[in-house]
């Protein structure tokens, strides 16, 4: 069974643009999640989907965005990029996204903003 | 607000000896505790998974508790060996909503 697949592993982006980023889960998981990591923050979560549906949102500005498609696979996308938000972008996929459900995470996207 | 703290100090153990890493959290009432390993380049990979109501959890060389008295979990690795060395994620879960809350994680290094 294939993992969570990630795309691209590595982006260099300058300070204004925008970028959008994917996200494959594990065939049969409807949920996906959404975490950005720094060294001093750790994991932050974003956002997470179910069915197409955003349930849930973290403290992030308006300008980090996402969806989720049919056929569970979601996008991130960030506008107008600073110079902070580079980090990893981690996609974590699980069964139903219930209490309890073990996430299964993609080897991340690394966003780099000159 | 919500809050996770895990040992920002790298932890350095002797090959064979015993591995325990902290994780205590406060304003939270989690429903579930995970605790997830991450390698450099790779994302987290799941450990473990304990339950509110249960103290303790084994899988192998690994155990975790959870004293939500305390409002801590400790994690246990015996007989550690230079391949467990990582970066171990303590993750909360909590009945308000589909969101999971990440420590930032302790370092772990085994010397051979």
């Known amino acids: 069974k294939a993992g969570v697949t990630q795309t691209p592993r590595y982006l260099i982006k300058t300070r204004g643009q925008q970028v959008t980023l994917s996200c494959s889960p594990i065939?049969?998981?409807?949920?996906v999640s959404w975490y950005q990591q720094t060294p001093g923050q750790g994991l932050q979560f974003l956002f997470e989907?179910?069915?197409?549906?955003?349930?849930n949102k973290g403290n992030f500005p308006g300008r980090f965005s996402g969806r989720q498609f049919s056929n569970s696979r979601s996008e991130m996308n960030v506008s107008t990029l600073e110079l902070g938000d580079s980090a990893l972008y981690l996609c974590?996929?699980?069964?139903?996204?219930?209490?309890?459900?073990?996430?299964?995470f993609g080897a991340g996207t690394r966003l780099s903003v000159l | 607000s919500q809050k996770i703290e895990q040992n920002s100090e790298a932890l350095n153990i002797q090959e064979g000896k015993t591995a325990t890493l902290t994780c205590n959290y406060t304003?939270?009432?989690?429903?579930?505790l995970q605790w997830y390993r991450q390698d450099p380049g790779r994302g987290p990979v799941f450990l473990l998974l304990?339950?509110?109501?249960?103290k303790e959890k084994r899988k192998e060389r690994l155990k975790v508790t959870f004293d939500t008295t305390l409002k801590q979990s400790l994690f246990h690795i015996t007989a550690s060996q230079p391949a467990d060395s990582a970066t171990y994620l303590c993750?909360?879960?909590?009945?308000?909503?589909?969101?999971?809350?990440f420590g930032a994680g302790t370092r772990l290094f085994v010397k051979a």
């Open positions: 974590a996929s699980s069964l139903a996204g219930t209490l309890g459900n073990i996430q299964y």
């Open positions: 993750a909360l879960e909590g009945t308000g909503g589909f969101k999971t809350i």
């Open positions: 304003n939270y009432s989690p429903a579930y």
């Open positions: 989907y179910f069915s197409e549906t955003q349930r």
């Open positions: 065939s049969g998981h409807r949920s």
């Open positions: 304990i339950r509110e109501n249960e």
